[in-house]
Structure formats: C-alpha cells, structure tokens
C-alpha cells in the first residue's frame, strides 16, 4: 500500500522496498532515493557532502539507510558539477523550495510526526540539513560541521586554483567574481533568521578543533540567539575536518534513529 503510493506520486523505479526517483517540482526536477521500513513511520533525510569528482554528486552515508531504523531519503544535489548547497541555482533560491516540497510529500505519505523527522549531514551536507529543517520549521537536525559562512569557505586564499570551489561558488551565484565572496557569506545566515522564529524542531552541531567554530558555528548560534530554538553544540577533539565523519556516525548510531 505504501509503495503504491509513492509509485503513483512519482517518477520511480522500484528496487524492492527501496525506490530510485525523480520529484518534479514546477519546471525542473529532484532525483532522490527512498529506502522504506514498511514498519515504522520515522524518516532520516541524509544530506551529502561535496564529491571531488566532477559531476557525480554521489549521495553521501547511503549505507546508512540499512543500518537506520527508519526510512531513509537522499535528495541528489547534482545542480552544477558539484552540487549547490540546494541554497540558490545562478542567485534563484527555488532549490529550496524543491527540496522542501519532496520532504513534505514523502513525510506526508508515511504519516511522520514532526518529530519523527531527522535531517543530517556533515560539511556540505550538514549546511544542507540545517537549511532544510529551518525551511521545512520542524525536525531533529544534526549537523557535522557545517560551512555556515560559506564565502569564507569556498573563497579562501588560494579558491581561484580549486575548480571544484569554483564551480560551486558558480552554480549558486551565476558567476565566478570576487565580489559574491560576501553574499555566499550571508545566504545561510540571512535565510536562517528569516525561518527562525517558526522553526519548532532541534538542531545540534557537531564541530572538532578545526577552526570551524569561530568561522561557522558561532556565526549561526548569534543568528539564533534571539529565537527560540533549541540548540546543543558539541566539541570534539579531532582536528582535522574529515575527521567529523567517524564522531558523526557513532552520535547516530547513540541517538538509535
């Protein structure tokens, strides 16, 4: 009955209980899979990291989705060879709207409560889940270091030899100049405190001794701090970014999502 469902909503190729889709939202189009534990109505949408390899956008953690006792939805962000952040495609932010529409669809199908939604990631991905949730104003987001401000990331010395950078900083703001340094630095934190204040869920941050509390994470706590939002930070200390990765799956793996 479930599968049914979902079959006739989208664009989908079934696997099983696992399903590999395309989501049409207005003119331009979502590919996501969806893997369903017909036994439970929680869902865990996984956000991915940035993939060094031209135009795969692999989906980030997908073996999660066995492991995880809910069901499991990655979003691809394949907009430009190495995602966008589903922040903005060339300064047009309805990437959000997208994203935001194909979790409300799916968390509908399965009958989720608000606070049977999780959204996680690390890096890209963790910038990505905490976007969405603030959008979507509810659900358990966890986030591993997530770049926040994200000219400062992508536009550090030295970006003008990183094609990879370059690419992303392209496909959000249409173009590849200096001065989109500081819009790529407020278009999380401007974006966050316009959904704040109706954001109902709980967000934790997860960070090492890398730097990134200063330039990411305590840029976002200010922009919340005159909101209402639950939010716990917690310090490792590893220190190197990647390192994120192994801390991240074993907080998972505690939380029994």
């Not at 190729?13 to 590919?31: A, M, P, Q, W």
């Not at 974006?191 to 109902?200: T, Y």
Request: proline share 3%; net charge negative; hydrophobic share 40%.
């Amino acid at each position: 009955m479930l599968l049914n469902s979902i079959t006739k909503l989208f664009d989908t190729r079934n696997f099983g209980d696992s399903i590999e889709g395309v989501y049409k939202y207005k003119y331009e189009h979502l590919l996501f899979s969806l893997k369903l534990k017909p036994e439970v109505s929680s869902l865990t949408v996984i956000f991915s990291g940035v993939d060094q390899k031209p135009a795969r956008c692999s989906m980030s953690y997908y073996g999660l989705r066995e492991e995880l006792n809910t069901n499991v939805l990655h979003i691809k962000d394949n907009f430009g060879a190495h995602g966008c952040y589903f922040a903005c495609v060339a300064g047009d932010p309805w990437i959000q709207e997208a994203v935001k529409a194909l979790i409300l669809h799916v968390v509908n199908i399965l009958g989720s409560s608000k606070d049977q939604v999780n959204l996680i990631g690390t890096s890209k991905g963790g910038t990505e889940a905490i976007l969405s949730g603030f959008n979507l104003g509810f659900g358990n987001v966890i986030a591993g270091e997530p770049q926040i401000r994200l000219g400062n990331y992508l536009m550090a010395r030295g970006w003008e030899d990183s094609e990879v950078f370059k690419s992303i900083v392209y496909s959000i703001c249409g173009s590849v100049r200096q001065e989109n340094k500081e819009i790529l630095n407020r278009v999380f934190i401007d974006r966050i405190c316009e959904l704040a204040e109706h954001f109902c869920g709980k967000l934790t941050l997860l960070h090492g001794d890398t730097g990134y509390y200063p330039i990411h994470i305590e840029p976002l706590i200010d922009a919340i701090n005159g909101f209402d939002v639950g939010c716990d930070v917690i310090s490792y200390d590893t220190k190197n970014h990647n390192d994120i990765i192994p801390v991240f799956l074993e907080y998972i793996k505690d939380q029994e999502l």
